[in-house]
Nanobody, 124 residues
Framework: QVQLVESGGGLVQAGGSLRLSCAASGRTFSSRVMGWFRQAPGKERDFVATIDWSGGRTYYADSVKGRFTISRDNAKNTVYLQMISLKPEDTAVYYC?????????????????WGQGTQVTVSS
């Protein structure tokens, strides 16, 4: 069983930065692929970024590449999403997710545990 709790969302002006955190409970965190997804009002949940168990491999959606950085601290059971140069189109609820797989994955169905989400709003 893995429980995920996101934090760090908020309101920021375009061009600003935010750092999201996802604190995980459970002994299997360090062996799991972790991902960030987001869902804007009226839209489907979209992949944002993923990281393997070691932090050595990451992958990003084209829309955030170069602006967002995913990282993890297995000693703290926490995964992060550093977001810079934020745009109004980044406005969404951001979800942290954990996958039982060993390979990074962009598909939401590959993840079996999800957090409750944290709202990110970017004003123009």
């Amino acid at each position: 069983q893995v429980q995920l709790v996101e934090s760090g969302g908020g309101l920021v002006q375009a061009g600003g930065s935010l750092r999201l955190s996802c604190a995980a409970s459970g002994r299997t965190f360090s062996s799991r692929v972790m991902g960030w997804f987001r869902q804007a009002p009226g839209k489907e949940r979209d992949f944002v970024a993923t990281i393997d168990w070691s932090g050595g491999r990451t992958y990003y959606a084209d829309s955030v590449k170069g602006r967002f950085t995913i990282s993890r601290d297995n000693a703290k059971n926490t995964v992060y999403l550093q977001m810079i140069s934020l745009k109004p189109e980044d406005t969404a609820v951001y979800y942290c997710a954990a996958s039982p797989g060993s390979l990074i994955d962009t598909r939401a169905r590959a993840y079996d545990y999800w957090g409750q989400g944290t709202q990110v709003t970017v004003s123009s």
